[in-house]
């Protein structure tokens, strides 16, 4: 088998990518301080044609040199915008009939595998600091907790993996 060229993909430039349908996902980043990782999420928002990211807190914003290193150009192609906290980045979008998801580690999540998106329906996907996770108190604001379950010796997954997993559940099961 032949690798597929660039122009096999018949990918869109980002013009008709932006025109284009997306997928009723947003995806929120709360205070997730890696500008890499915020790259690596731009990209994987472009590579499932995600509504919007929700950029809050300290999570920085293009243009970046540190962004666009991970995003190769991803940064222009996905819609973004910028709250200086989460909280009423959250309340906005509750307010604008979203269902507000939230991917951590919490008493009473519900595994990634058992939750079913439904068509038709608007979801936001918050993801937290590398750190800290997504704060209690955007935890407490939403809608309801997703869990990625595992089975090694560490506690956790990089955001920007974790995001991509979830993200990939969510258009496997809604798509555009």
């Not at 690798?3 to 869109?12: E, M, P």
């Amino acid at each position: 088998m032949d690798k597929k060229t660039i122009w096999d993909l018949n990918r869109a430039d980002v013009a008709q990518f932006r025109r284009s349908p997306k997928m009723r996902l947003t995806v929120v980043l709360d205070n997730v301080r890696s500008l890499n990782n915020i790259g690596a999420i731009f990209r994987t928002c472009d590579a499932f044609a995600v509504e919007k990211l929700m950029l809050c807190g300290i999570s920085a914003t293009p243009p970046s040199p540190e962004i666009h290193k991970t995003a190769l150009g991803a940064e222009d192609s996905v819609e973004w915008e910028y709250f200086d906290n989460t909280a009423a980045c959250v309340d906005r979008l509750q307010r604008e009939g979203y269902t507000v998801c939230c991917l951590e580690q919490v008493k009473g999540s519900i595994m990634l595998g058992d939750f079913t998106p439904q068509p038709g329906r608007r979801y936001a996907l918050i993801l937290g600091h590398e750190v800290d996770g997504v704060d209690q108190a955007i935890v407490d604001q939403c809608d309801v907790c997703l869990e990625i379950p595992q089975r090694g010796t560490k506690h956790s997954l990089n955001v920007s993996v974790s995001g991509g997993i979830a993200i990939w559940h969510f258009f496997s099961a809604i798509g555009i």
